[in-house]
């Protein structure tokens, strides 16, 4: 609990039963006003009740994170051959090994914390807001800012910010299954209820965390964090890392598999160390350095700080991931489905064309600024005509949206669209505070997609009272009287103009009602209106989402754009964005008539669907996955939720999206820019490959090391110096030890850091059943490992043979063993820069790149030279000091894997353009016909 939190927040349900007082005694106990706090009372009170936030449970604990680190299979090994090392006399030996296992378990305990503190913070770099009232003045404020007293607003796909008893309501219903269970939303009212009922019929009230499904309201906060009554069931909404993701699954199982095949090999290697008179002891500590020195101990961490690198860069390129698993199914997405308003457009309205019975008109200007004119004919009219004045009138009463200037620029609070009304009224020299004030308004009924209208009932001095309408054409119309000698024929044409010019039309009415009318109901609207008109506006494609459409297509990847608009303007956009291809632009009512069947082949043959519902948001997703495809959805609205959910990734919004899109989304998108989804699809599949390149390069370590091991146990001979009987081994167990713990620490952990490979977004998607130890890796490691052991044992025959007859065995074995240490590392060294890119040569990526491979090249030189020359290390390790020329035989060496992975590369690389020369061309886009 922050400790700025006072002791009343921490226990629920304080004070009154606010659920049975009145609204206005509401107020009065809870001293606040219709039109809300000042700043100042909201900055005191903030310091007195504090945040607006719940308690967070934290998840593991530092002892059972620990505890996780050590519970390993691999790590019991290392842990035993430690107790054996000293219990079979050989301290030095079994101390190392243990040092190695609290290393690797400290590094994997505190990249594993890192990380999971990292997501946390990435998490809540979202923000949740709420609109509330400031002195009359609707702002939008975070909603950890709340307090008691503020004065709300909320409107479907809302999530209710706090405790709030409502003042008023229109048709608001709220999902509260988080608090009741009762997935029917209940009905909400402003009548106070008897005080001993339960939460579920407080009907005067709205809870934090519940989610407005429909309908508006206003209400005072009476209760904030851990005093609301969420809090004190706070479980339900914690929010816990999951590190546990296919891919760390899978290597958890390689490390199990592979535990067992060091284990059989273990003790294949005791049997023939006794065959070949070897000491009991000395076999045994043979059989477990095998094991010590096959292990891959830095690997898990490895992975930890890969997924969390990838995490911090798709946040960079404002993508924020919520559900890790996410960052690896990026990798295999084959189709996005996209919302065109705002992801694939700039979410910023303008009205640019306008028309009534009287003729046609244009707007200029950009944006929400009231900079403009209303043109006819290309000349600015110096006062537009009446009938265009009172389109633009009806049109910006008819909103809920307000547009400020402030710290100089023109915000946005609401719907793009309505904005866009707004700031057209604005530059016909009708301002918006203006028309409000003239024109009071009594009631409304909210827009809602099923309806696809909102009405407005105002005050107007010279008719009583008129009701606005505004909405889709099609709805309007049906709704509406024709007068002035035009037809529906003539409207519905004037429509399909503006839509192909790729503009989103509303069609506004009015209806003046009698002075007592002061509810509005659904039956109000059935008819009756006189059209005012119709308002075209732009919502322009993103230069970027262009660019990127191209970048998916080159990677294999289909975009498909879902959008509620006309048919029309969905072929308009999808044309300039490149999306449209052979099939036709399919409208929601073509999918509602459809069979699954039907609806399998036109989701995957069409790119571009209108006036789509929700509902079939959640069928075209079924539909594609049915087809095999791995599927990214995006959506910013309540009802966009289950197909967010049952996408295989759901990406939101973080600027127009609901709090239930982002809730049910694996990512949300900080700009709402589509760019930012193919650049999140990019990095996933960087993170990808840079695992497998760890993979690629620690693998080998292991293996070569085991093979030198296996190779001297097996084959060369026990030798008696000073009376004592010495197997003769390339390395000692202190020295593979040292080998394995500077490799992973040193070498491989920088690999996480490494570039994109240029063909990251050229090559189709892989799939997401694709082995992690693919044909690839096998192949890779074997040939790596049988060069690393031949070039490190032959290079300490040749250097024991040369120096035996001249210093002794004494001498000549541990400078040859030191040879070969030194061989290993060169060879890690030069591996290193060839792991860089798995098909490409360091020079084609860049040198420089990556600064953090040279940083561990600089820091392991330094250790192997002190590993060679410092006394106190020559001690531990047994190791002699090495001339120049001795070291520069160890490199080169070492560099034999250059020239080898070259060559291998370049073979894959020539065997991979065939395969892809054997594939078809890619579609060119055609322009689309209206389905």
């Known amino acids: 609990m922050n400790p700025s939190q006072t002791d009343s927040q921490t226990v629920p349900n304080q004070g009154p039963p606010w659920h049975a007082l009145p609204p206005e005694a509401a107020l009065e106990v809870i001293q606040g006003r219709p039109e809300g706090l000042s700043d100042s009372e909201a900055r005191a009170r903030l310091a007195r009740h504090g945040p607006n936030v719940l308690q967070r449970v934290s998840g593991e604990g530092p002892l059972k994170l620990l505890w996780r680190q050590v519970n390993n299979p691999l790590i019991w090994v290392l842990l035993a051959a430690a107790g054996l090392a000293v219990a079979l006399g050989k301290g030095t030996d079994g101390l190392i090994v243990f040092a190695v296992v609290v290393l690797n378990t400290l590094i994997g305990f505190v990249q594993e914390f890192r990380a999971g503190k990292a997501i946390e913070a990435l998490t809540q770099m979202v923000p949740e807001n709420a609109t509330v009232l400031r002195e009359g003045r609707k702002v939008t404020v975070p909603s950890a800012e709340l307090v008691p007293g503020d004065v709300v607003l909320l409107a479907s796909g809302d999530k209710v910010p706090a405790d709030v008893r409502l003042l008023a309501e229109r048709n608001l219903q709220v999902e509260e299954a988080a608090l009741t269970g009762e997935s029917v939303p209940s009905e909400k009212r402003v009548a106070p209820v008897a005080p001993g009922v339960g939460v579920g019929d407080r009907t005067s009230m709205a809870f934090g965390g519940t989610h407005v499904t429909s309908g508006t309201g206003t209400a005072v906060v009476v209760a904030t964090g851990g005093a609301t009554e969420l809090g004190r069931i706070s479980q339900l909404l914690r929010e816990a890392v999951d590190l546990q993701t296919p891919l760390t699954k899978a290597l958890a199982s390689i490390g199990r598999y592979l535990t067992l095949a060091i284990l059989v090999i273990s003790a294949v290697l005791l049997g023939v160390g006794l065959l070949r008179s070897y000491g009991v002891a000395e076999s045994l500590m043979a059989a477990l350095t095998l094991a010590v020195a096959a292990i891959p101990e830095g690997l898990p961490a490895i992975v930890t700080i890969a997924l969390a690198i990838g995490v911090q860069y798709m946040a960079v390129r404002r993508a924020i991931i919520r559900k890790l698993p996410a960052v690896e199914t990026l990798g295999s997405t084959t189709v996005i489905c996209s919302d065109k308003t705002g992801t694939l457009t700039r979410n910023e309205m303008t009205v640019q064309a ?303 999206g609901t709090a239930v899109s982002k809730e049910a989304a694996d990512i949300i998108l900080t700009d709402d820019n589509f760019a930012s989804i193919a650049a999140a699809v990019e990095e996933g599949r960087r993170v990808y490959d840079n695992l497998i390149k760890s993979l690629a390069f620690v693998l080998p370590t292991n293996l070569g090391l085991a093979l030198i091991l296996i190779v001297g146990v097996a084959f060369f001979p026990i030798l008696h110096i000073d009376g004592e009987r010495e197997p003769l081994l390339a390395m000692l167990p202190t020295q593979l030890l040292w080998i394995n713990l500077v490799a992973t620490v040193a070498l491989a952990l920088p690999l996480a850091f490494e570039a994109r490979e240029p063909d990251v977004m050229k090559r189709p998607p892989r799939r997401p059943d694709a082995p992690v130890l693919s044909g690839f890796v096998v192949t890779r490691t074997l040939l790596v490992a049988v060069l690393m052991c031949v070039g490190a044992t032959g290079l300490f025959l040749w250097e024991y043979n040369l120096e035996v007859a001249r210093s002794g065995h004494s001498v000549a074995i541990r400078e040859a063993q030191t040879m070969a240490v030194t061989t290993v590392i060169m060879f890690q060294i030069f591996y290193l820069l060839n792991c860089r890119s798995l098909r490409d040569s360091s020079l084609r990526i860049g040198l420089f790149s990556n600064p953090f491979v040279y940083l561990g090249i600089g820091a392991l030189v330094l250790l192997q030279l002190g590993f060679i020359y410092l006394p106190f290390m020559r001690k531990v390790f047994h190791t002699a000091p090495l001339t120049l020329e001795a070291l520069g035989l160890c490199a080169l060496v070492g560099a034999i894997v250059l020239p080898v992975i070259t060559v291998e590369k370049w073979w894959r690389s020539r065997r991979a353009r065939r395969e892809r020369g054997r594939r078809l061309p890619v579609r060119v886009p055609r322009r689309a016909t209206v389905g």
């Open 354 to 656: 306008l028309w009534t019975p009287s003729g046609s008109y244009s707007v200029s200007g950009v944006g929400y600024a009231p900079h403009g004119e209303v043109r006819r004919d290309g000349q600015p009219l110096a006062s537009p005509p009446e009938d265009v004045r009172e389109l633009l009138v009806a049109g910006a009463l008819c909103t809920d949206a307000s547009v400020r200037h402030w710290d100089g620029a023109w915000e946005l609070t609401g719907d793009p669209t309505e904005g866009a009304l707004i700031a057209a009224a604005e530059k016909a020299g009708l301002p918006q505070d203006e028309l409000r004030a003239r024109h009071l308004r009594v009631d409304a009924i909210p827009f809602e997609s099923e309806n696809q209208f909102m009405a407005t009932l105002h005050e107007d001095g010279r008719h009583g009272r008129v009701l606005f309408l505004k909405g889709a054409p099609e709805v309007v119309l049906r709704r509406c009287d024709m007068h002035d000698g035009v037809d529906a024929g003539t409207v519905h044409a004037e429509v399909e103009r503006m839509a192909s010019r790729g503009m989103r039309v509303l069609a506004v009415a009015s209806q003046s009602v009698p002075a007592s009318h002061d509810v509005l109901q659904v039956e109000d609207v059935a008819g009756g209106f006189r059209l005012l008109g119709l308002e075209g506006m732009i919502d322009p494609p993103r230069e970027e989402a262009i660019s990127a459409v191209k970048a998916c297509h080159t990677a294999g990847i289909t975009v498909k754009m879902i959008t509620g608009d006309h048919a029309k303007t969905a072929e308009a956009i999808g044309e300039q964005l490149g999306i449209l291809d052979e099939g036709r632009v399919v409208t929601g009512a073509r999918l509602a008539e459809m069979d699954d069947a039907r609806l399998r082949e036109v989701a995957v043959s069409s790119n571009v669907f209108a006036r789509v519902a929700p509902e079939h948001k959640l069928r075209l997703v079924r539909a594609l996955q049915k087809e095999g495809q791995v599927v990214a959805m995006t959506g910013d609205g309540v009802n966009d939720a289950p197909a967010l959910k049952q996408a295989n990734i759901g990406v939101a919004m973080g600027i127009t």
